[in-house]
């Protein structure tokens, strides 16, 4: 009778134990992996968009585009060098990624990553041709970037957050594929701005952009509003020796930096 007593009060000794070792594991887990998706298509009390088909790709180069973005400011705001590692993120049919292969150089390189491989296969008709050898395609997938670690300068990301269905993975991926000084340039429609003919669900606010990127170990060092329809963010590694800057409220008469 003891004896059984006793091996009952062990049984009910270990389990406990056990049980303690592992919510401390899921804890410190928590701490490390990124945050899932809330809930499917949302994160963070945002809507995801669904993502941009192939099937679309023309209105990525549609005429009314350079007078929209006026994507020669957003080149001069990225500060891009010659010689640069960058990486055009969500591609596309790379709208960006030439302007970006022009000015990191022959001794630079555009990492075009997309998870569409027919956007790539569209890009390819538009570098090779050219002759342009410094654009490196990469396939992802939808929680990797698939990107080397340390090596980037630069990641630009246009109109593509906003239909991350992992934003939280990517990013996570992405702090490891910047160089401690490295930033990520991010470009979305205002949702402040209701004359942005574009729909809600592909729009960002400032605030919102602010609380993801930071929940995911990113800090606001720069920020450029001088473009007609698009806020663009620039965030480092939380670990960057960059200074971060406070959040200017978008200001519809101001046209600059
Ligand atoms: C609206 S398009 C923008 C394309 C390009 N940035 C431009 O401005 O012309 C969004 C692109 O992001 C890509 N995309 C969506 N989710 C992605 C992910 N998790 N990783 C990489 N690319 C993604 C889509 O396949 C699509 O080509």
Not at 77 to 87: D, E, R, S
Request: proline share 8%; charged share 20%; hydrophobic share 35%.
């Amino acid at each position: 009778m003891r004896c059984s007593q006793f091996s009952n009060w062990f049984g009910i000794g270990i389990t406990i134990l056990l049980l303690s070792t592992q919510t401390l594991t899921a804890q410190q887990e928590s701490n490390l992996t990124p945050q899932p998706v809330s809930q499917p298509g949302w994160y963070l009390g945002r809507q995801i968009a669904r993502t941009m088909s192939y099937h679309g790709a023309d209105w990525l180069v549609r005429g009314s585009r350079e007078r929209e973005e006026q994507p020669q400011k957003i080149m001069d705001a990225l500060q891009v060098k010659p010689g640069q590692q960058v990486c055009d993120y969500g591609c596309g049919n790379g709208f960006y990624t030439l302007r970006l292969a022009q000015l990191v150089g022959p001794k630079g390189k555009v990492y075009a990553v997309d998870i569409q491989q027919e956007m790539l296969d569209i890009l390819a008709t538009r570098y090779e041709p050219r002759g342009i050898r410094n654009i490196h395609p990469v396939l992802a997938t939808d929680k990797d970037p698939q990107l080397p670690a340390g090596k980037l300068d630069l990641l630009l990301m246009v109109d593509v957050y906003h239909e991350l269905s992992y934003p939280s993975e990517v990013l996570r991926a992405i702090h490891k594929n910047l160089k401690p000084n490295g930033t990520i340039a991010l470009v979305e429609y205002r949702e402040e701005d209701p004359t942005v003919p574009i729909k809600p669900l592909h729009k960002m606010s400032q605030p919102q952009a602010l609380k993801e990127l930071t929940a995911n170990g990113f800090k606001l060092v720069r920020q450029f509003d001088g473009l007609p329809w698009q806020h663009v963010f620039f965030f480092a590694r939380d670990d960057s020796p960059r200074l971060s800057v406070q959040l200017i409220p978008w200001n519809p008469e101001a046209t600059e930096e």
